[in-house]
């Protein structure tokens, strides 16, 4: 029972970080319909920058941070430059290819960065877990949960309660329209994207500051998790995003625990074909036109 | 007011405007009649800055529109309602009069037009936290044309207002643009519909494959025996 219990809380914290990286995938996906599987290897060039920072100049957590996020803004507007902007509104499959190639792109620029295969980043927080009635609880665990609640909320008041997402919601709505009433689509879109990749660099920063390490393979690992839980959680919608990280981490933390760590990742895509399958939309986002079921 | 001259669109290599040019004069309804497929809807989507044009010229009280952004040549003060009212679903009515006026800063102005709107329009106010998707066709139209209208425009553009509405309702959207007219905007109309337009509007244009083929008055086009049958669907008198 205790073992339910811990494995539960550990897999809300992991989660966690799924559901912040998920957070800014579904703010891309909602405004634009495309998918920018960039996305994961844009947050690992920030990564890379901070990690370069860290060992080349001793340069201390929160600047670390800073270098991990406005690398990812400054790369995330590179692949919206080169994959997004120029493409015509109906061409997502283009834009996902080109974001395809974009990433074997960033991939080989983190390798000829630093050639190693893995380098040490800076740790979040040290220390001893904090106990409670025996549960523990690992404080840099603690930190990322906050941040994932924060930021999801902060996004959910920025697309509700200002103008901008008044904007960002029209042009959801219907983009032709939204020029209409003067919205300034390109750059709104642009904003969006730079926001965006600045939530994921906060994601990666987070996640490589409790792993303490980084690889050329966060890209790739960033993308996956980001993507199976958005799909979970429901495509375009901000709680959607963070329930969805967090189903992921808790599923993951249980089948690792009973099944072990090769099964582990089996039970995450089985579940998202389940989701696919069955409830496409997710778990909170409307089901998306293109999936409506033929009618006999 | 709006002076359209010369203007060529093209699609690839078809052109749906082989140079148009026509006038729109202050506090009046022009209309535009055409069949399908004639250029109507291409000439609004650029005037209203969605299309460029591949050559010509669009002046608002002698100010070259023609390759502005949308967003600009809303601010500069044209406003298209379109074709199928392309409304925003998934947000309230409020939200998308909100929307109307995203150029504008005032907000106290902008709270006062949308009360103006509620008064105009009592079906919005009645559903004002509705969301748009959920209104009927005629309630749409509504909430397009006052959404045009929050931008303060000083020439409405409307593309269609009656496309797939029932007569009844077509009758008030007619009844509305014709208040709206009274109330000094500058109205410049596309329609299909010549009967209802003939009630309402001052100047007529015919456009036919990209082209402008008459230009004139009402009591000119009802004269004109080719549009009387092709558009008002009277019969010639015998003999």
């Keep these: ?296 | 007011m709006l002076k359209v001259s010369d203007i060529v669109t093209a699609y690839g290599k078809i052109e749906a405007l082989k140079g148009v040019s026509l006038q729109v004069e202050s506090g009046k309804i022009t209309c535009l009649l055409g069949p399908n497929g004639a250029g109507k809807t291409t000439l609004m989507m650029t005037i209203a800055g969605i299309l460029q044009p591949r050559r010509g010229s669009i002046r608002l009280d002698g100010k070259e529109l023609a390759g502005l952004s949308p967003a600009r040549i809303v601010s500069q003060g044209v406003a298209l309602v379109p074709e199928n009212r392309l409304v925003f679903p998934q947000m309230s009515v409020h939200e998308n009069l909100l929307a109307g006026a995203y150029q504008r800063r005032d907000r106290g102005g902008i709270n006062t037009d949308i009360e103006r709107m509620y008064a105009r329009f009592s079906t919005l106010k009645e559903r004002r936290e509705q969301m748009a998707g959920t209104l009927s066709g005629g309630e749409q139209q509504m909430l397009a044309v006052a959404r045009g209208l929050m931008s303060r425009p000083r020439v409405l553009l409307m593309d269609e207002p009656s496309l797939g509405l029932a007569p009844l309702i077509v009758a008030e959207i007619f009844d509305i643009i014709a208040e709206l007219n009274r109330d000094g905007t500058t109205i410049f109309l596309v329609e299909q519909n010549a009967h209802m337009a003939l009630q309402v509007a001052h100047q007529f244009f015919l456009m036919e494959q990209g082209r402008i083929t008459f230009q004139g008055t009402p009591g000119q086009l009802a004269e004109d025996e080719v549009i009387q049958r092709a558009y008002l669907g009277t019969r010639r008198a015998a003999g």
């Design chain 1, 1 to 296: 029972m205790i073992d339910l219990v811990q494995n539960t809380i550990d897999g809300v914290m992991i989660g966690s970080s799924y559901g912040l990286l998920a957070l800014g995938f579904t703010l891309i996906f909602g405004v634009m319909r495309k998918l920018n599987l960039s996305y994961g290897p844009s947050i690992m060039i920030g990564g890379y920058l901070g990690t370069v920072l860290y060992l080349q100049y001793g340069a201390g957590l929160l600047a670390v941070a800073g270098a991990v996020v406005v690398g990812a803004v400054i790369t995330g507007i590179y692949v919206e430059r080169l994959c997004f902007a120029p493409m015509k509104a109906g061409a997502g499959i283009a834009s996902m290819v080109s974001s395809f190639a974009i990433w074997m792109q960033l991939e080989q620029v983190a390798i000829l960065i630093l050639p190693r295969h893995t380098y040490a980043f800076p740790a979040l927080a040290t220390g001893l877990p904090l106990e409670f009635w025996s549960l523990l609880v690992r404080i840099d665990h603690l930190i990322v949960l906050c941040c994932a609640l924060g930021l999801a909320a902060a996004v959910q008041l920025m697309l509700y309660r200002t103008r901008f997402g008044l904007g960002l919601r029209a042009i959801v709505g219907n983009p032709v329209a939204a020029h209409l009433v003067g919205i300034n689509v390109q750059m709104a879109v642009l904003l969006a994207f730079a926001g965006a990749s600045a939530i994921g660099g906060v994601a990666g920063f987070l996640v490589l500051a409790v792993d303490q390490q980084i690889t050329p393979m966060f890209g790739m690992w960033a993308t996956l998790k980001g993507l199976i839980a958005m799909m979970i959680g429901g495509l375009g919608s901000v709680p959607g995003a963070v329930l969805g990280g967090l189903l992921l981490g808790v599923l993951e933390a249980h089948s690792q625990w009973y099944f072990g760590p090769h099964i582990r990742d089996l039970v995450a895509y089985l579940v998202l074909f389940a989701f696919l399958v069955l409830r496409p939309g997710g778990l909170l986002g409307g089901a998306p036109e293109t999936t409506t079921p033929l009618k006999a």
